[in-house]
């Protein structure tokens, strides 16, 4: 897998993307997604000038990590388990899938063990998938007037997984919709929310156009993922 010129043409759509929409390209971070990636590949990227990753799972972040350069900074983009977020607060520089009330207060409460303040994302479910994670818009509306009082937590806007299609463009509205939930949730924070987390491999360039600040890459990115042991969505063990 030739990384560099990989890296290189994700680069370049991200840019054209960007000329598409009107949008300086330094409004939006690349975020590879190293999930099922051995360390080797991290070190590949961080070598050639990236160093924020994404991982989906703890365990698997928590073996990573250390073999990977140690000025590298991560984004937690997997489901959550309230008895991970410890070592979750411990790891990420940012959790990108809070998709519960529950899962915001204990976030918050191993924050403050930890003495930090944790930026966040709420994880929405526009799409309304069965099986999938994420709040149902309306629902995400609710909690966060109880998660927005939470001192330790830094609420830096939303994330979605459109659905999985061949077509990106039946992505779009997705993406619009939750760029309109961003503004629904400004009303109620009472201040702009600088991030939405949107765009994978296969719609990253109709994200962008929507207004994407952080694009999660992995296949376009790092090429098929080695033969996973786990279920996409499926929640880690305990
Ligand atoms: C795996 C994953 C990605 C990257 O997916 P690709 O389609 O391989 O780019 C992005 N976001 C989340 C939450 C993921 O789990």
């Not at 290189?8 to 598409?20: F, G, L, T, V």
């Not at 990236?50 to 073996?63: D, H, I, P, T």
């Not at 830094?154 to 993406?175: S, Y």
Request: hydrophobic letters at 40%; aromatic letters at 4%; one cysteine or more.
């Amino acid at each position: 897998m030739d990384l560099a010129a990989n890296l290189n043409a994700i680069q370049m759509r991200i840019e054209a993307a960007c000329a598409r929409a009107k949008r300086d390209p330094a409004a939006v971070t690349l975020l590879p997604v190293s999930k099922s990636q051995p360390p080797q590949a991290v070190r590949e990227l961080a070598n050639l000038g990236l160093n924020l990753f994404g991982e989906n799972k703890v365990q698997e972040a928590r073996a990573k990590i250390p073999l990977c350069p140690g000025h590298l900074r991560w984004h937690m983009v997997g489901h959550l388990q309230t008895n991970k977020c410890r070592d979750a607060v411990g790891i990420f520089e940012m959790i990108q899938s809070v998709d519960s009330l529950g899962l915001a207060q204990e976030i918050n409460r191993r924050a403050g063990q930890a003495a930090k303040t944790m930026p966040i994302l709420l994880e929405a479910n526009i799409a309304g998938e069965a099986g999938k994670f994420g709040y149902n818009p309306d629902a995400l509306l609710e909690e966060l007037e109880q998660i927005n009082p939470l001192k330790r937590l830094e609420i830096q806007g939303l994330m979605v997984i459109a659905p999985w299609t061949r077509d990106p463009e039946k992505a779009r509205p997705i993406f619009r919709q939750l760029r309109d939930l961003k503004k629904n949730c400004e009303q109620i924070v009472g201040a702009p929310l600088p991030h939405l987390s949107m765009g994978m491999s296969g719609d990253f360039e109709v994200a962008i156009e929507e207004g994407a600040t952080i694009v999660r890459i992995g296949t376009a990115l790092f090429g098929p993922r080695p033969q996973s042991k786990q279920t996409e969505a499926a929640p880690e063990n305990a």
